[in-house]
């Protein structure tokens, strides 16, 4: 794997919406994979207590000796929490302990900026992220802590939305959270888009719905949207993503291009 010179800041991607089930895990594992496809290297930071992404890539969270939270509350150097994965992918894990992450975070001034400050490398302990392209952090369904410190590492975050979904107030509320981060936390915050997903394109009322939402919101929206397909539902057995267990899918196709065109942007 090609590692970025020293000096340069990876792109950090936070895929954020404070609802469950709408693909964020999936889009983070695949994107992961589709960049290292590309010769990028990446880093995934799971910063949900429930530990999906970790599953997903193989990894039982009991056995982790150093997560994301020893990261986040105890002053853990992220290199030193990092496993390697299959498919190229380095992982920053996540155990349960992260769900006592939040409380003990609140008494702490900055708290905001423990996951940004890790990142980049500048606690005692050592290293942070330099080494990386790409640093994509899979966020926990709600707006508190643990992801207003993912908005505020991150230079990009990419809402994952079931295309269906797309006309409720859940964007809208995530987007002004956004603009809070923004003003006040990450001026340098971008909203990359809505990333339709889950998408059913003989659905007459999810292409509607679609048409339309980028106008509606004053945000890109990210192209092609992710078809809703079966295979996706096997690849977390295995501890690969689709870009691996379903290299031809139609799937595994739309995180590629997706990832082809947010490269161009970053
Ligand atoms: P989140 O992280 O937002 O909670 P997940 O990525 O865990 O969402 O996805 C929720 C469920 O939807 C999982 O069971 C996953 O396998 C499934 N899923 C995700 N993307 C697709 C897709 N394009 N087609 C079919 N099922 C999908
Ligand atoms: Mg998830």
Not at 57 to 81: F, K, M, N, R, Y
Not at 97 to 120: F, H, K, N, S
Not at 160 to 175: F, I, S, T, Y
């Amino acid at each position: 794997v090609r590692r970025a010179p020293k000096d340069r800041r990876p792109s950090v991607l936070a895929l954020a919406n404070q609802k469950g089930g709408v693909a964020k895990t999936t889009s983070v594992a695949s994107l992961g994979a589709a960049f290292a496809e590309l010769g990028k290297s990446v880093l995934l930071v799971d910063l949900d207590p429930q530990a999906c992404l970790t599953f997903s890539l193989g990894i039982d969270p009991d056995t982790v000796e150093t997560s994301v939270h020893e990261v986040l509350t105890q002053g853990a150097a992220v290199a030193d929490a990092v496993l390697h994965c299959d498919e190229g992918l380095d992982l920053v894990p996540s155990t349960i302990d992260l769900a006592g992450a939040e409380a003990m975070l609140l008494a702490r001034p900055g708290r905001e900026y423990v996951l940004r400050t890790a990142l980049e490398g500048q606690t005692a302990a050592g290293a942070g992220s330099a080494a990386y392209d790409v640093v994509l952090v899979d966020c926990s369904p709600s707006l508190g802590v643990l992801t207003l410190n993912a908005l505020t590492a991150a230079s990009g975050v990419i809402v994952p939305m079931p295309a269906e979904m797309l006309g409720h107030r859940g964007v809208g509320q995530l987007l002004d959270t956004v603009a809070d981060v923004q003003r006040i936390l990450n001026p340098d915050l971008e909203v990359l888009g809505i990333l339709p997903t889950l998408y059913d394109g003989r659905s007459r009322h999810a292409r509607e719905v679609l048409a339309d939402v980028g106008e509606r919101y004053g945000v890109p929206v990210l192209d092609p949207p992710i078809p809703k397909t079966i295979r996706f539902a096997e690849a977390p057995a295995v501890g690969r993503s689709i870009l691996s267990t379903a290299r031809t899918s139609k799937g595994a196709a739309a995180y590629r291009e997706v990832a082809a065109a947010l490269l161009k942007r970053c």
